[in-house]
């Protein structure tokens, strides 16, 4: 007798382990790209120097950090609301600080000398910010002109010629002469070409900047030759000529303080006042105090 019963097959699939999903690789990316950002912050910490930190945060920095006590502090805290419901110091008292004075009504003159101390405070942080700014950008002025003396074959002899500093006047740029080359005429205000080389070069650095210029000319200590043609005028035309040759590069007029002959009566090497680098111009970017709105009153 034969069985006509159906054959019934189980069949079992087995689902493989790749397709459960890919959120695992999403995971896996994040942790890589973590790490590589933890990785790449502490080499950055690790090879800049102090004063390259010190820029980075001023420049992240605003412009008036208040100092007041509420909130939690730091860049990213608010400030507590006070009981009249006005927010105490921060960014609207700098603005009220800057604001033109109004006359004072009887319930405004409780201050014995008509500011709060928060006001003070956040404008000496002010200037504080503003002269950090500054004093960066006169370093990067002055290593943007030591960069181009090194990029510049006609310029890289002149490397002994130039000295730059900052000064409590301001970035102070020195053309000075050396044993052996000079960077006028003997006796004459007349620049000689590699001279004139180098201004129009410190002429492009200047133009970078918004401040003020002022200039001046000295000489050694030696007479003038010249009848009747003292080194009084000689370091005035030497300055003016250098003058002439700033603004044929661009330099706007307005932006000049004042041209000045001194002589010698400041000599760069006091210890020897007939030594050649005691013969110089003197190119200063003025410090600039922060602007105040019309007819603010200290």
Same mark, same amino acid.
């Not at 608010?78 to 006005?86: F, H, I, V």
């Not at 730059?164 to 004459?188: H, K, Y």
């Given at each position: 007798m034969?069985?006509?019963?159906?054959i019934?097959?189980?069949?079992?699939?087995?689902q493989?382990?790749?397709?459960?999903?890919?959120?695992?690789?999403?995971?896996?990316?994040?942790?890589?790209?973590?790490?590589?950002?933890?990785f790449?912050?502490?080499?950055?910490?690790?090879?800049?120097?102090?004063e390259?930190?010190?820029?980075v945060?001023?420049?992240?920095a605003?412009?008036?950090?208040?100092?007041?006590?509420?909130?939690?502090?730091?860049?990213?805290? /608010?400030?507590?609301?006070?009981?009249?419901?006005?927010r105490?110091?921060?960014?609207? =008292?700098?603005?009220?600080?800057?604001?033109?004075k109004?006359?004072?009504?009887?319930?405004?003159?409780?201050?014995?000398?008509?500011?709060?101390?928060?006001? =003070?405070i956040?404008?000496?942080?002010?200037?504080?910010?503003?002269?950090?700014?500054?004093?960066?950008?006169?370093?990067?002025?002055a290593e943007?002109?030591?960069?181009?003396?090194?990029?510049?074959?006609?310029?890289?002899?002149?490397?002994?010629?130039?000295?730059?500093?900052?000064t409590? =006047?301001?970035?102070?740029?020195?053309?000075?002469?050396?044993?052996?080359?000079?960077?006028?005429?003997?006796?004459?205000?007349?620049?000689?070409?590699?001279?004139?080389v180098?201004?129009?070069?410190v002429?492009?650095?200047?133009?970078?900047?918004?401040?003020?210029?002022?200039?001046?000319g000295?000489?050694?200590?030696s007479?003038?030759?010249?009848?009747?043609?003292?080194?009084?005028?000689l370091?005035?035309?030497r300055?003016?000529?250098?003058?002439?040759?700033?603004?044929?590069?661009?330099?706007?007029?307005d932006?000049?303080?004042?041209?000045? /002959?001194?002589?010698?009566?400041?000599?760069?090497?006091?210890?020897?006042?007939?030594?050649?680098?005691?013969?110089?111009?003197?190119?200063?970017?003025?410090r600039?105090a922060?602007?105040?709105?019309?007819?603010?009153?200290?």
């Amino acid at each position: 007798m034969s069985d006509d019963r159906p054959i019934i097959k189980k069949v079992i699939k087995v689902q493989a382990a790749g397709h459960h999903g890919g959120a695992w690789k999403v995971a896996y990316a994040d942790f890589v790209t973590a790490m590589m950002a933890f990785f790449l912050l502490m080499w950055l910490i690790n090879t800049t120097t102090p004063e390259q930190k010190r820029g980075v945060a001023d420049y992240f920095a605003p412009a008036s950090i208040s100092q007041s006590l509420s909130g939690a502090g730091g860049i990213l805290a /608010g400030t507590a609301l006070g009981e009249d419901g006005a927010r105490n110091s921060g960014t609207t =008292e700098l603005v009220r600080k800057l604001a033109p004075k109004v006359a004072k009504t009887p319930d405004q003159s409780n201050s014995k000398d008509g500011g709060s101390p928060s006001a =003070e405070i956040s404008e000496n942080a002010m200037q504080q910010a503003i002269s950090r700014r500054e004093e960066m950008a006169f370093k990067s002025a002055a290593e943007s002109l030591r960069q181009a003396m090194q990029d510049m074959p006609e310029l890289a002899e002149l490397s002994k010629n130039l000295i730059i500093d900052q000064t409590p =006047e301001g970035l102070r740029i020195q053309i000075v002469d050396q044993e052996g080359r000079s960077m006028f005429e003997p006796g004459s205000a007349n620049l000689k070409p590699h001279t004139m080389v180098l201004l129009r070069s410190v002429a492009k650095i200047i133009n970078r900047l918004p401040n003020r210029i002022s200039i001046y000319g000295h000489t050694d200590a030696s007479p003038s030759a010249v009848n009747g043609y003292s080194n009084w005028d000689l370091s005035f035309n030497r300055a003016n000529a250098s003058r002439q040759v700033l603004q044929e590069s661009h330099v706007a007029e307005d932006r000049l303080y004042q041209v000045t /002959g001194k002589a010698g009566s400041e000599p760069l090497f006091p210890d020897d006042p007939y030594m050649p680098g005691n013969r110089r111009v003197s190119i200063v970017l003025l410090r600039e105090a922060p602007p105040l709105p019309p007819g603010y009153k200290l």
